[in-house]
């Protein structure tokens, strides 16, 4: 053994193909074996002490041969002319290692040129890439190791105390990436000399003549040894190291044995890596490292239809590939489906930006019907955990929820990513997150500073490199919650109250904003927006928000400098593309967070500095429905009381904030859906309680939003709600009908049984909401949408109600929300002749009432 390079080299019985197959995990990793007590805890490190086999023929003839017995390097004592004489012998075991090693890849290449020869015949045994392939790096590794045998072998023959070799170490250790190249490759090259073998008798036949005609005073040749558990590290540098020991300090091949010493460790160390699951890098054909950077999951828009990838970024290439089925019992492997090489990649400005192929987008409510579906399957999972039902049915059940969750993380992004080579290929990627999206932008930008070539992989190295993905990657599952163990945190569900207060940092002045995003059915989903404040390096928000959690983890924060230049319009998505100035991320802590108290942090981004503080109310906590100890006002008053002391049909602040949404925010993207700010929500509560002169002042200042969140705040805080207490059960069992005509009778029924207050209100926002999704084209609210936002808040049971109704806490999407959300859109999709007629015989209904 040379240099180091043990820790499994190719061997003469490469094509002995049953070896190591039984030392792999479904997973592709090498499973520890048994250890003796006491020995290293490193089961691939081979500590069996240094031995020098028996000479070949060419080693005796000089008549230096050596007793096969070890020699004590660690003696002590030992003065220069005993260590001089000790380095002849260490180098003549040394060598005679090496011939062996040489022999053994001389018998794997002798069939390699006759194979070569067939396979540009009519009749070959192997095409040249199966070739390629399985003889990957051997002829190399060859050429290596004869060049330092031919060096090294005249200089032990004729011995001289000062003759000097440490230089072919060092050239020998310095080319050990070459032989990485092959390690990587290893698994596909046994993969396919076994379908080879499977497929072609003739190749067969040759590897079974490989596997007798292998040495056999070598330990290492014997029919069960193996490229992965030949000699391990510990020896591979054991003989150098003893060299060291016998070579005197002041001797000129002391410094450069410690350098070729240095440098097989390093290498050893990162061929062990192999099989470490950590291990993050592939060696170039021309042995550099090529580290893996980052990886995860992303759709592509491909052909005109939606593809979901995993995107490898590596040091010097983007790769975009593809998890291949398995057939039962083999490997699972990547097939790569392009490639870019870094210096070859560009950003294409906003400008410059092509137009998006047309793509299928999926209206809101569909994303919304699945996440209903997904949270009602996850009730009944734990319904059946919880019965101890069959496993069998539970693993049908959440077969049925990853299916769904998969449908809903391809068909949910919609930011567009895109990624140009310069040959003139362009790629599109669709994320649901600015904040993914400038994490992968960054990432690749920060790798282009360096000085980067342009490249053309071969087939071979295309194929190690997509190869070496499955071992290196580190996001392993498709984020879906069907994916998480039983024994993971579920999330939040409920509402995170976040004031965003300030920010520090920035060098000059620049109209900045922030944006709030949280995950959601395994992607994240931006929730809140502050107002920009202008020309400033301090700005002051002091904006609250509530953020609706469905089983988030996470709450990032991004900071942006508003950009008011309509000449950067992105043709990928018609809008100006902001500046990200920093961007950080927190973990939403469930003990942490479930405090009545508000919790003050600083979140640092790029050296800029967000101060921010956030409270947790689960959602049975932020919808209970408290009758209001005091007698004026309006918000937490029955609203028969207000209407009756108002002297109207339908409460003053419903009609003045329907009103002022209906004038200025009808085409408000996501109105009712984005979050107000809550302190301006406060602020208007507190005049509509206090019956102020100057409320319509106000309403005309205030940012539509927080009207729209003052509107919902009304209904949620009503001690009753709208559809009442008393008839929420029979609103449950009505929606569910399956019956067309029994259901409109019973839904018609269920409004004349409201009490007058209650009905017109109803009316009154059901005509609201019905002009609002009018204009859905511009807004983005669908009925759907507006159902899922008002259906809740108008039947949620009071306090003392809902025992019977709620369902598990974690689970917001229950079946009763389910049913909450579809009543609602019962009344918004079918206006009959007789909700017409409803109308017009209980009181004259219009916007002016």
Partial sequence: RAAGPAQRRPEASLCHFNYGADEYDTEG???????????????????????????????????????????????????????????????????????????????LLL????????????????TLQQIETIFYKIQDIYEIHKEFYDSLCPKVQQWDSNVTMGHLFQKLASQLGVYKAFVDNYKIALETAEKCSQSNNQFQKISEELKVKGPKDSKESHTSVTMEGTAGAGRGTQPLS?????????????????????????????????????????????????????????????????????????????????????????????????????????????????????????????????????????????????????????????????????????????????????????????????????????????????????????????????????????????????N?????????????????????????????????????????????KTRVFRDTTEPQWNEEFEIELEGSQSLRILCYEKCYDKTKLNKDNNEIVDKIMGKGQIQLDPQAVQTKNWHMDVIEMNGIKVEFSMKFTSRDMSLKRTPSKKQTGVFGVKISVVTKRERSKVPYIVRQCIEEVEKRGIDEVGIYRISGVATDIQALKAVFDANNKDILVMLSDMDINAIAGTLKLYFRELPEPLLTDRLYPAFMEGIALSDPAAKENCMMHLLRSLPDPNLITFLFLLEHLKRVAEKEPINKMSLHNLAT?????????????????????????????????????????????????????????????
């Fill in 29 to 107: 990793n090498e499973e520890p074996k048994a250890l003796p007590e006491g020995s290293e805890t490193m089961p691939y490190i081979d500590e069996s002490p240094t031995m020098s086999p028996q000479l070949s023929a060419r080693g005796q003839d000089s008549g230096d041969g050596v007793s096969p017995t070890p020699t004590d390097s660690h003696s002590t004592g030992v003065d220069a002319g005993k260590g001089l004489e000790m380095r002849k012998l260490v180098l003549s075991g040394f060598l005679a290692s090496e011939e062996i090693y040489i022999n053994q890849l001389e018998a």
């Fill in 111 to 126: 069939p390699m040129k006759p194979l070569k020869a067939t396979a540009t015949t009519s009749q070959p045994v192997l």
């Fill in 242 to 482: 003893d060299l060291l020991k016998h070579t005197p300090a002041d001797h000129p091949d002391y410094p450069l044995l410690q350098d070729a010493l240095r440098i097989s460790q390093n290498f050893l160390s990162s061929i062990n890596e192999d099989i470490d699951p950590r291990r993050t890098a592939v060696t170039t054909p021309k042995g550099e490292t090529r580290q893996l950077v980052k990886d995860g999951f992303l759709v592509e828009l491909s052909e005109g239809s939606r593809k979901l990838r995993h995107v490898f970024l590596f040091t010097d290439v983007l790769l975009c590939a593809k998890l291949k089925k398995a057939a039962v019992g083999k490997h699972q492997q990547y097939d790569c489906k392009w490639y870019v090489p870094l210096a070859d990649l560009v950003f294409p400005s906003p400008e410059e930006s092509e137009h998006c192929p047309q793509v299928h987008v999926i209206p809101d409510h569909e994303l919304e019907d699945m996440k209903m579906k997904i949270s009602a399957i996850k009730s009944e999972v734990q319904k059946e955990k919880a019965n101890k039902g069959q496993s069998r049915a539970i693993e049908r059940l959440k077969k049925k929820m990853f299916e769904n969750e998969f449908w809903l993380l391809l068909n949910s992004p919609a930011i567009p990513f895109r990624i140009h080579n310069r040959n003139g290929k362009s790629y599109l990627f669709l994320l649901s997150s600015d904040y993914e999206r400038s994490e992968w932008r960054e990432a690749i930008q920060r790798l282009q500073k360096k000085d980067l070539q342009a490249f053309v992989l071969s087939s071979v190295e295309l194929q190690v490199l997509t190869g070496s993905c499955f071992k290196l990657r580190t996001v392993h599952n498709i984020p879906v919650t069907s």
């Fill in 484 to 528: 998480k163990d039983d024994d993971e945190s579920p999330g939040l569900y409920g509402f995170l109250h976040v004031i965003v207060h300030s920010a520090k940092g920035f060098k000059q002045s620049a109209n900045l904003y922030c944006t709030l995003e949280v995950d959601s059915f395994g992607y994240f989903v931006s929730k809140a």
């Fill in 789 to 849: 936002v008002f259906g809740p808040t108008l039947l949620r049971p009071s306090e003392g109600e809902s025992k019977g109704h709620l369902t598990l806490a974690s689970d917001i999407w229950s079946h009763d929300v389910m049913a909450q959300v579809q009543v609602l859109l019962y009344y918004l999709q079918h206006p009959p002749i007789s909700f017409t007629e409803l109308k017009r015989n209980t009181l004259y209904f219009s916007t002016d009432v």
